[in-house]
């Protein structure tokens, strides 16, 4: 068994050529099976890199927004080891998942899936008064992962689009430019890959990457995206578990199972340590 797409067909070209290996739980059914988070995961590529794993025979927790979501991510994945509740738009939501998740942890590995798109017409003020992408995009994954319990992995969810991003720490929350949704996307996309690159330097027993899941027609991406669904779930999940030579590394930037195309600024580490001290003054809670 692989972790192959549900779905998909084995003899889709693109599929074949970015798959590169099986997961850890394949090998060696009877004597590993990892436990995941998966932020996010009620539907679309969270959902589908849940599927995966569980089809693996991974152990997965879901994580939804409120008991209606996970209530269907429940119907959706009933093999599921259960769901995780709390907003990730507030700072009390998302303590309220870091709280949820150490109780029924430890995990082996947490992937941060949630996220807000580039979609947004104006500029969207949470419940504690910072930017709505800001908020999901950055400032959650990083209270999550100063918060739960540290897991052996963790893969954060990026995008191709972090290439324009602008890491302006001096206006996170776009109080002083006219806003643009798409750019105010580009920049959280960027400052996520960042906040992997800095884990994995402070953390060098963890294996912390940030993934591009592909422009794939999911809610978030529309109907017209070109990238192949059945592949948009594959790297992340991949990254969670595997034994592959090619998993097992820290700090890159990957794109459909391959690792490069990374920003210049992903690795600059004063960026770094600006942001983890952003986060933190912003959060109240410090990265260690």
């Known amino acids: 068994m692989s972790l192959w797409p549900r779905g998909s067909r084995r003899d889709n070209d693109s599929a074949s050529a970015l798959f590169k290996g099986h997961s850890r739980a394949a090998r060696h059914e009877r004597d590993f099976m990892a436990r995941i988070l998966i932020t996010g995961s009620t539907d679309g590529l969270g959902l589908m890199a849940a599927q995966l794993l569980a089809s693996e025979r991974h152990e997965v927790v879901l994580h939804a927004r409120n008991q209606s979501r996970a209530a ?14 709390g907003d990730l738009v507030t700072m009390a939501g998302t ?12 995990f082996d590995a947490v992937i941060h899936n949630a996220a807000v798109g580039p979609g947004e017409p104006r500029r969207i003020v ?18 999550l992962t100063a918060l739960v319990a540290i897991p052996s992995r963790l893969v954060y969810l ?9 890491p302006r720490l001096d206006d996170l929350q776009w109080e002083h430019r ?20 800095a884990v994995a330097r402070h953390r060098p027993a963890v294996l912390s990457n940030a993934v591009d899941p592909g422009w794939v027609p999911t809610k978030m991406g529309g109907p017209g995206a070109p990238d192949d ?49 952003a986060c933190s ?6 990265f260690s």
Request: charged letters at 20%; glycine letters at 10%.
């Open 72 to 85: 269907d991510a429940l119907r959706s994945l009933p093999e599921a080891a259960g769901v995780v509740v």
């Open 95 to 106: 303590a309220k998942v870091a709280e949820a998740a150490n109780a029924i942890g430890p």
């Open 126 to 143: 949470t419940a504690d008064g910072l930017s709505h992408v800001f908020a999901v995009n950055v400032l959650a994954p990083y209270l």
């Open 158 to 166: 990026s995008s191709g689009m972090y290439q324009d991003g602008d």
């Open 178 to 197: 006219r806003w643009n949704g798409s750019q105010a996307y580009a920049d959280s996309k960027l400052l996520v890959a960042v906040l992997a690159a």
């Open 229 to 277: 669904l059945s592949l948009g779930a594959v790297t992340q999940a991949w990254l969670a578990v595997s034994d592959d030579k090619e998993a097992i590394v820290s700090g890159r930037f990957f794109f459909h199972q391959r690792a490069g195309g990374e920003h210049p600024l992903m690795h600059d580490e004063r960026l770094q340590e600006d942001l983890l001290a």
């Open 281 to 286: 003054e912003i959060g109240g809670i410090s």
